[in-house]
């Protein structure tokens, strides 16, 4: 049993002989899960920095494959902080300092001779669709882990440590509205570099699933969450694509906007003519957003299944792209008080894509499309 610093030894000692429980300043650690009551620092967590060497050390770098140092450094390296993170933040530091070290045991240093990563870490940890070696990033995988504390702490009312964090804090009813009210109580919320609660009461927590999602809320970046809004009011999707036919290059972008509620309110297509498929996605991005400022729109939630196009707006918004197209984008985006990028999955982006599949003449100009019609082709 632990108690408080603040707690009367008398009062211990008698709450302790109740319970018949020894009295301690540490509870030591839980499956191997130190059980911290202080302040965690980097040095609390040192020791699995020092596992990780000690397994370096017992390898011979030279009589490895490159595909077997691979395995090895994705396998076992990078695994031995997983169960930690699952229960606690670990600081970039030491998260760097681990990849560090696998980054260079995957291209064959050796205790007296560091070689030059050719291939940045970033490029190393993309899937292997897309040229990298699958490798997570361990602040990725921290961050996921925490999210689907925070999701458990949303939805599973049930569970012990969710019934103690809600009382101590005194919750009552949804979190979602407990997280509001604060948030509107205090004239400033010091909060992800310094943004207010305006900003923040507009944002509840996530969880990682199969979306990645990109959100901007008033020209700030949050990267890697799937923030969504308190209240739709006033937001309406922008689901986009963009389609290339092999034999005749025959290039059209196109979607839809629709209200929150599921609402159609218009589709739209353009023939671009002999354009890239990237281009084409970018088109139909370009088109759908001004098409909703046209309407009086000023939030947006854009949702495209090219993860590609995500990263290209990605690069504009942080001044990293030469494009015009992109740049384009980028300027209409800045005219929008609220915006949200979505990378979704190719089935749930199945109608954009039919709009775009149903453009079948070459005639140049942007067409708008009602309801009515696009269904006729899709019950179809």
Known sequence: MIFSKGVNEGIQRRISGIFEFLVVQNLGSYLEVPLFHEK????????????ARSKLCSWNTKQLSLAG???LGQSVLLSIPSYFMQSMMISKGLCDEIEDMVRQFICGSTSGNRKIALVSWDSICQPKLNGGLGIRSLCDQNTSFMMKLGFKLLTDCSSLWVKVLRSKYGVQGSLYEWIELNLRNKQEVNLMGGVNWAFCSELSFGAYGRTETYAYFKGIRTSRSDFIPLSLDGWVYLNTDGSVKNVDRFAVAGGLLREQDGNWIVGF???LGNYEVIDSELWGILDGVQIA?????????IRIDNIEAVNLIHEGVSGGSNSALVMRIV?????????????????????ANRIVKLRRDRETGLRLLDKNYVMSFLIV
């Open 40 to 51: 965690v620092t980097n040095n609390t967590l040192r020791f699995f920095v020092d596992k």
């Open 69 to 71: 140092r691979i395995t």
């Open 269 to 271: 297509t353009r023939y």
């Open 293 to 301: 400022l046209d309407c009086g729109f000023r939030k947006v939630i």
């Open 331 to 351: 300027l209409l985006l800045k005219s929008l008080s609220h915006w949200n990028l979505q990378h979704i999955p190719r089935e749930e982006n199945s109608i």
